[in-house]
């Protein structure tokens, strides 16, 4: 994400599930704390295993999901 501000503004707008992307396995995710996504701007990966966003997880989600693609900052090009 591209800063801590990214967090901030993405919990008060739509309170989503934060994810990162798993350091071991690139083709699942880790669901993260808001806090523990608010630390880890510009940090590299270091989720440990994970799970793999299939539509079906998707269309159950109560709230929006965010997946931080690397772990690092973005383009700043766009937001989730």
Do not use: C, M, W, Y
């Amino acid at each position: 994400h591209q800063s801590h501000i990214d967090v901030v503004f993405l919990t008060a707008k739509f309170s989503p599930i934060f994810t990162a992307v798993s350091a071991k396995e690139p083709h699942k995710v880790t669901i993260i704390s808001r806090i523990k996504a608010l630390f880890s701007a510009g940090t590299a990966r270091v989720n440990p295993g994970g799970i793999a966003l299939t539509p079906e997880i998707l269309d159950g989600a109560l709230h929006p999901v965010v997946v931080f693609a690397e772990g690092t900052t973005t383009n700043g090009r766009g937001i989730l």
